[in-house]
């Protein structure tokens, strides 16, 4: 059995492949990579948040989050305040400019990737989300290295 054959090695190389996609699809048209729209989903789920939050979420540490943030609110996307109670705690909110451009990149990822999943039919696509979606809940269980705080669906 050959490495397309396995699950983990074709859920990697699809992932991989489709984020290089989306990365430069949103480069080009928005001015941001998947990493920033990453953030500003996240954001948008839960708008005063704060960055290690959004790293745990995403999986990622807080340093990295921290670059991309500055980033971010750099091109007016964000806003960053130093929380009044904890003064080591930074709050992040997306602007309006960011909001708008939150939905325009999922405007774009839908487009970019509706061709390949129409290929798949609709009932393909709700198996496919549903076994992701198990997947999703049996890896990303709070006690796992990694794992997300945010419920399927969101």
Same mark, same amino acid.
């Given at each position: 059995?050959?490495p397309?054959?396995?699950i983990?090695?074709?859920?990697?190389?699809?992932?991989?492949?489709?984020?290089k996609?989306v990365?430069?699809?949103?480069q080009?048209?928005?001015?941001?990579?998947?990493?920033q729209y990453?953030?500003?989903m996240?954001?948008e789920?839960?708008p005063?948040?704060?960055q290690?939050?959004i790293?745990?979420?995403l999986? #990622?540490t807080?340093a990295s &989050?921290?670059?991309?943030?500055?980033l971010?609110e750099?091109?007016?996307?964000i /806003?960053? %305040?130093?929380?009044?109670?904890?003064k080591?705690?930074r709050?992040?909110t997306?602007?309006?400019l960011?909001?708008q451009?939150?939905?325009?990149?999922?405007?774009?990822?839908?487009?970019?990737l509706g061709?390949?999943f129409?290929?798949?039919?609709?009932? #393909?696509?709700?198996?496919? &989300?549903?076994g992701?979606?198990?997947?999703?809940?049996?890896?990303?269980?709070? /006690?796992? %290295?990694g794992?997300?705080?945010?419920?399927?669906?969101v």
């Open positions: 059995m050959g397309t054959n396995t983990s090695y074709l859920i990697q190389h699809l992932a991989s492949v489709i984020s996609d990365d430069q699809a949103l080009e048209q928005l001015g941001i990579g998947f990493s990453k953030i500003l996240v954001l789920w839960n005063r948040v704060q290690k939050s790293a745990k979420s999986g #990622q807080e &989050i921290s670059r991309q943030i500055k971010l750099k091109k007016g996307l /806003s960053t %305040k130093i929380d009044a109670n904890n080591r705690v709050i992040s997306p602007t309006i960011g909001m451009i939150t939905e325009a990149a999922a405007s774009i990822l839908r487009r970019s061709p390949e129409a290929k798949m039919g609709e009932d #393909q696509q709700a198996q496919l &989300i549903k992701l979606q198990a997947l999703h809940a049996s890896v990303c269980r709070a /006690s796992r %290295k794992s997300c705080d945010h419920p399927l669906g």
